[in-house]
């Protein structure tokens, strides 16, 4: 059971807004930076957002994270089918002394 | 563009030792450079990400303490390599094993321990006799 919580699942129409949420248990989720990862079966996963909301260069302004208090969230806004993957939230926990993922959320788009 | 290459026994027997090592190229590539930290990261079949832990050039490392008494980690600048050995392996460590640069500036602050900005492809490590 991870410290960080995210739903199993998510889904969308082609075009549709879909938020995926990640909370956290620990005082340290309020403190550290929470990154997003985009995972597509069979290939490295890759960095989506950092420091809560920050895109790394080459990533769509399609998505954009946001953190407040104990949760956090992944928006992705104009759905496509390549959009399709498992989200995973991270960050740091002090008081486990390590880094912690969330469970991951699998994104179908219909 | 920096690579990383993951690379190593592919099937290892219980209470074996899993020993791989992480190649690393391209420009800004180099394990010795002061921004960049070294991690391994694993997925077991059907789960989610799993952090290991992370090395230093300098050798210094952080372990994920379920494993600390199994993991080694080590650096090798002259090869730009890093790599891990886990020991007493089970079933349980069955899993795709990826190596990762961390991007974390102690000093400015800028990253994160967690700010994992290139990953290797991954390797799948099965444990069975």
């Known amino acids: 059971q991870s410290v960080l919580t995210q739903p199993p699942s998510a889904s969308g129409t082609p075009g549709q807004r879909v938020t995926i949420s990640c909370s956290g248990g620990s005082s340290s989720f309020e403190t550290k930076s929470l990154y997003w990862y985009q995972h597509l079966p069979g290939t490295a996963p890759k960095l989506l957002i950092y420091s809560n909301n920050q895109r790394p260069s080459g990533v769509p302004d399609r998505f954009s994270g946001s953190k407040s208090g104990t949760s956090a969230s992944l928006a992705i806004t104009g759905l496509r089918s390549e959009d399709e993957a498992d989200y995973y939230c991270?960050?740091?926990?002090?008081?486990?002394?390590?880094?912690?993922f969330g469970g991951g959320t699998k994104l179908t788009v219909l | 563009q920096v690579q990383l290459q993951e690379s190593g026994p592919g099937l290892v027997k219980p209470s074996e030792t899993l020993s791989l090592t992480c190649t690393v190229s391209?420009?800004?590539?180099?394990?010795?450079?002061?921004?960049?930290?070294w991690s391994w990261i694993r997925q077991p079949p059907g789960k989610g990400l799993e952090w290991i832990g992370q090395?230093?050039?300098?050798?210094?490392?952080k372990y994920k303490p379920a494993l600390k008494r199994r993991v080694t980690m080590s650096v090798n600048p002259s090869k730009n390599q890093f790599s891990l050995k886990m020991t007493s392996v089970t079933a349980a460590d069955t899993a795709v094993y990826y190596c990762a640069r961390v991007f974390y500036d102690v000093l400015t602050g800028r990253g994160g321990w967690v700010h994992f900005d290139y990953w290797g492809p991954g390797m799948l490590v099965t444990v069975s006799s």
């Open positions: 991270a960050t740091w926990d002090d008081s486990l002394s390590e880094g912690v």
């Open positions: 391209g420009d800004w590539g180099s394990v010795g450079h002061g921004s960049y930290y």
């Open positions: 090395i230093y050039h300098g050798g210094t490392t």
